[in-house]
């Protein structure tokens, strides 16, 4: 990577906030390649301390964690969320049994 040549004492100069953004805005993607690079090479899992208990089939596969862990998470509005396609999925339920019960009675007659 070709870098512009900058006298020394610039060095010593503060940069300006919006420089600093820049130039940190112009690195972000390379940082985060570099992040995402380092955990598949060391197949981490975040829940993972070591893959010394690993089995050498399973290395690539996200620990298992119960329902209940994830639903102690849950916060009020992913509650009512969850709730509200709860529902959804019960109406849609109920119409296709009513739908398939009207069905079975035409074919009873």
């Known amino acids: ?4 040549r900058r006298p020394v004492w610039s060095f010593f100069v503060p940069r300006t ?9 112009f690195a972000a993607p390379t940082i985060l390649f570099g992040i ?6 060391l197949k981490q899992s975040f829940y993972r301390t070591s893959l010394l208990d690993e089995d050498a089939a399973t290395w690539d596969r ?5 329902y209940t862990h ?8 992913h509650l009512v969320c969850r709730l509200l396609l709860e529902k959804k999925k019960k109406k849609k339920r109920r119409k296709r049994n009513e739908k398939n019960d009207r069905q ?4 009873n007659r």
């Open 36 to 41: 995402a690079t380092t955990a598949i090479v």
């Open 70 to 77: 994830l639903r102690a998470h849950e916060t009020p509005e």
């Open 62 to 66: 996200i620990d298992p964690v119960s």
């Open 17 to 25: 906030p919006t420089a600093t953004l820049r130039s940190t805005a």
């Open 104 to 107: 079975s009675n035409k074919n």
């Open 1 to 4: 990577v070709m870098s512009v």
